[in-house]
C-alpha cells in the first residue's frame, strides 16, 4: 500500500507562514509529479502547485509570488511553503502524487488532508 501523510497545517493570522510537509511511503518504485490542492468549505477541490520529478514548478495564480513548492526526490516528500497568508488561503490542503510501485502502474494517490486557517 501507498500512504501520503501531510502535516504542517494549523492557525495562523493574515500575513503569517506555514510549511506544510507530504511524505509518501510504501513499496515505491517511482514517484512522478506531486502537487498540492485545497478545498474550501462549500467550494470545489482546486489546484495549488505542482512539482514534477524534475523540479518544473505550477503554480495556480491566486498564490505566485507568495507559495513555494519543493520536494526531496531521496525521500519522497513535497513540501509547500506558504507565505503572506491570506484569509482566502484557509482550506483543507490536500497533497496528490503519481506514484508507480512494484505491482501497480502510475496511479494518483491523495493524502487525508491537512487543515489550514487564516484568521485573527
Known amino acids: 500500500q501507498v500512504q501520503l501523510v501531510e502535516s504542517g497545517g494549523g492557525l495562523v493570522q493574515p500575513g503569517g507562514s506555514l510549511r506544510l510537509s507530504c511524505a509518501a511511503s510504501?513499496?515505491?518504485?517511482?514517484?512522478?509529479?506531486m502537487g498540492w490542492y485545497r478545498q474550501a468549505p462549500g467550494k470545489q477541490r482546486e489546484l495549488v502547485a505542482t512539482?514534477?520529478?524534475?523540479?518544473?514548478?505550477n503554480y495556480t495564480d491566486s498564490v505566485k509570488g507568495r507559495f513555494t513548492i519543493s520536494r526531496d526526490n531521496a525521500k519522497n516528500t513535497a513540501y509547500l511553503q506558504m507565505n503572506s497568508l491570506k484569509p482566502e488561503d484557509a482550506a483543507v490542503y490536500y497533497c496528490?502524487?503519481?506514484?508507480?510501485?512494484?505491482?501497480?502502474?502510475?496511479?494518483?494517490?491523495w493524502g487525508q488532508g491537512t487543515q489550514v486557517t487564516v484568521s485573527t
Open positions: 496528490n502524487a503519481n506514484i508507480r510501485t512494484t505491482w501497480r502502474p502510475w496511479t494518483d494517490y
Open positions: 512539482i514534477t520529478s524534475g523540479g518544473r514548478t
Open positions: 510504501g513499496r515505491i518504485f517511482s514517484v512522478n509529479t
